[in-house]
């Protein structure tokens, strides 16, 4: 078996992390698939073909473990999303058994903080939204908050530290020194926080979430005060810089599509095929990683023992040998089996959260608003390339009626 060092594989990792190519990083995506398994200079291996991506999210010889070299946390205290079976099962079937009953029957909620966001903009006349900071961030913030049980007061200081946080995520040859100094404060910032959070509540227990992993019934599946602080940490950060982008990719594919955004304004059955076309044609998590427990034969080429397996979702997304006219936005697609929230036994647990909170937001916007149109095009975007998306989204509009349809 023959395994060839990649320099162009190199290079197309290195655009897509460039901040220049934020806006439209597709192409290079796209020219990745002609290797569909590549190994990169640093000695990991890139894997952007669909199949061979669902393979490894799907093989038991891949561990969760990136190894990451700058990540020095005892295995024990890393979240969910970075642990193996069996503690990862254990772990995750805690955290669904308290997230997922405290999600159902939300959709009339989402459809009220949608409402409120979007009537303080109600407008008779010609007006400007920007989509980001007045519906797509606030509307998760606040919903994860509350789940959660964060006080309202203390949403701003979380938000900014999400914020921060989450540039931790990119890889640590993108950041400068000062960047990474920045993010150890903030990571001490958020223990200091959780901790204090986790303490108020333990002495004033509610029915949210946090009181309920704190005092989960059965106490084999208690967990201990670092996971408790890790896992909390884990869904908070979640919540505030996932479905922010969801939202807003979906407002510039509407924007983008006029015939879309008038279908979606009269059949509202529209948005759930809509939503899960941008969670594949513009997916807000755009990479994963894995490494290898075993050497792992795939795609021709043998994976050893030991690498760094770094897996382009959003190249699988666009993947010609698994999608009709990959590159093309189909808001009705069929067979839409993309890799937006992963797969395997790491697969988003806040899935169902994030569909009906865009596609209720999106709905919303698409009634609502009254010939919208993008100011700029593309708009500005983050920093972050593995959480990526637009970090101002204004949209000017002639009208912003108010609600005169019941949620649905
Ligand atoms: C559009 C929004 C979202 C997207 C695109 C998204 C995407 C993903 C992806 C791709 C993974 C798998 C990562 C991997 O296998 O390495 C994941 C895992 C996870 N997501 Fe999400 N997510 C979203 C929203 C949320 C929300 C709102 C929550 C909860 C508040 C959440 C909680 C989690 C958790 C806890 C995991 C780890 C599961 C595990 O390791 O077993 N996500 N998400």
Same mark, same amino acid.
């Given at each position: 078996?023959?395994?060839?060092?990649?320099?162009?594989?190199?290079?197309?990792?290195?655009?897509?992390?460039?901040?220049?190519?934020?806006?439209?990083?597709?192409?290079?995506?796209?020219?990745?698939?002609?290797?569909?398994?590549?190994?990169?200079?640093?000695?990991?291996?890139?894997?952007?073909?669909?199949?061979?991506?669902?393979?490894?999210?799907?093989?038991?010889?891949?561990?969760?473990?990136?190894?990451?070299?700058?990540?020095?946390?005892?295995?024990?205290?890393?979240?969910?999303?970075?642990?193996?079976?069996?503690?990862?099962?254990?772990?995750?079937?805690?955290?669904?058994?308290?997230?997922?009953?405290?999600?159902?029957?939300?959709?009339?909620?989402?459809?009220?903080?949608?409402?409120?966001?979007?009537?303080?903009?109600?407008?008779?006349?010609?007006?400007? !939204?920007?989509?980001?900071? %007045? &519906? @797509?961030? $606030? *509307?998760?913030?606040? /919903?994860?908050?509350?789940?959660?049980? #964060?006080?309202?007061?203390?949403?701003?200081?979380?938000?900014?530290?999400?914020?921060?946080?989450?540039?931790?995520?990119?890889?640590?040859?993108?950041?400068?020194?000062?960047?990474?100094?920045?993010?150890?404060?903030?990571?001490?910032?958020?223990?200091?926080?959780?901790?204090?959070?986790?303490?108020?509540?333990?002495?004033?227990?509610?029915?949210?979430?946090?009181?309920?992993?704190?005092?989960?019934?059965?106490?084999?599946?208690?967990?201990?005060?670092?996971?408790?602080?890790?896992?909390?940490?884990?869904?908070?950060?979640?919540?505030?810089?996932?479905?922010?982008?969801?939202?807003?990719?979906?407002?510039?594919?509407?924007?983008?599509?006029?015939?879309?955004?008038?279908? !979606?304004?009269?059949?509202? %059955? &529209? @948005?759930? $095929? *809509?939503?899960?076309? /941008?969670?594949?044609?513009?997916?807000? #998590?755009?990479?994963?990683?894995?490494?290898?427990?075993?050497?792992?034969?795939?795609?021709?080429?043998?994976?050893?023992?030991?690498?760094?397996?770094?897996?382009?979702?959003?190249?699988?997304?666009?993947?010609?040998?698994?999608?009709?006219?990959?590159?093309?936005?189909?808001?009705?697609?069929?067979?839409?089996?993309?890799?937006?929230?992963?797969?395997?036994?790491?697969?988003?647990?806040?899935?169902?959260?994030?569909?009906?909170?865009?596609?209720?937001?999106?709905?919303?916007?698409?009634?609502?608003?009254?010939?919208?149109?993008?100011?700029?095009?593309?708009?500005?975007?983050?920093?972050?390339?593995?959480?990526?998306?637009?970090?101002?989204?204004?949209?000017?509009?002639?009208?912003?009626?108010?609600?005169?349809?019941?949620?649905?």
């Amino acid at each position: 078996m023959t395994t060839s060092t990649a320099p162009p594989a190199t290079e197309q990792f290195a655009r897509v992390l460039r901040h220049e190519h934020r806006a439209d990083p597709y192409p290079h995506y796209a020219r990745m698939l002609d290797r569909r398994v590549s190994r990169l200079d640093d000695g990991s291996w890139l894997v952007s073909g669909y199949q061979e991506i669902r393979q490894l999210l799907h093989d038991p010889r891949t561990s969760a473990d990136r190894l990451d070299p700058q990540n020095t946390t005892p295995k024990a205290a890393r979240s969910l999303l970075l642990q193996d079976p069996p503690f990862h099962d254990q772990l995750r079937r805690v955290v669904t058994q308290e997230f997922i009953p405290r999600i159902m029957g939300m959709r009339d909620h989402l459809g009220e903080l949608v409402a409120r966001l979007l009537d303080a903009h109600i407008s008779a006349g010609p007006g400007e !939204l920007d989509v980001v900071a %007045d &519906l @797509a961030y $606030p *509307l998760p913030v606040t /919903v994860i908050c509350e789940l959660l049980g #964060v006080p309202t007061e203390d949403e701003p200081l979380f938000g900014s530290l999400a914020r921060r946080l989450t540039r931790g995520l990119d890889p640590v040859d993108t950041q400068t020194e000062e960047e990474l100094r920045e993010l150890d404060r903030a990571r001490g910032e958020l223990v200091h926080y959780l901790e204090g959070l986790i303490a108020r509540r333990r002495s004033d227990p509610g029915d949210d979430l946090l009181s309920g992993l704190m005092f989960h019934q059965d106490p084999d599946d208690v967990l201990d005060p670092v996971q408790l602080r890790v896992t909390l940490g884990l869904l908070l950060i979640a919540g505030h810089e996932t479905t922010v982008n969801l939202i807003a990719n979906g407002t510039l594919a509407l924007l983008r599509h006029p015939d879309v955004l008038a279908r !979606l304004r009269t059949d509202p %059955d &529209l @948005a759930t $095929p *809509l939503v899960e076309e /941008v969670l594949r044609h513009d997916p807000p #998590v755009q990479m994963s990683g894995r490494s290898a427990l075993a050497d792992i034969d795939i795609a021709g080429t043998t994976i050893p023992r030991g690498s760094r397996i770094r897996l382009m979702l959003a190249a699988g997304n666009r993947d010609a040998t698994r999608f009709d006219y990959p590159g093309r936005f189909v808001p009705d697609r069929r067979d839409n089996a993309h890799l937006g929230f992963g797969g395997g036994i790491h697969y988003c647990v806040g899935a169902t959260l994030a569909r009906a909170e865009a596609q209720i937001a999106l709905t919303a916007l698409a009634r609502r608003l009254q010939e919208p149109r993008l100011v700029d095009d593309p708009p500005p975007y983050r920093e972050n390339a593995i959480l990526r998306g637009p970090e101002r989204l204004p949209v000017a509009f002639a009208r912003l009626d108010p609600d005169h349809t019941p949620a649905r």
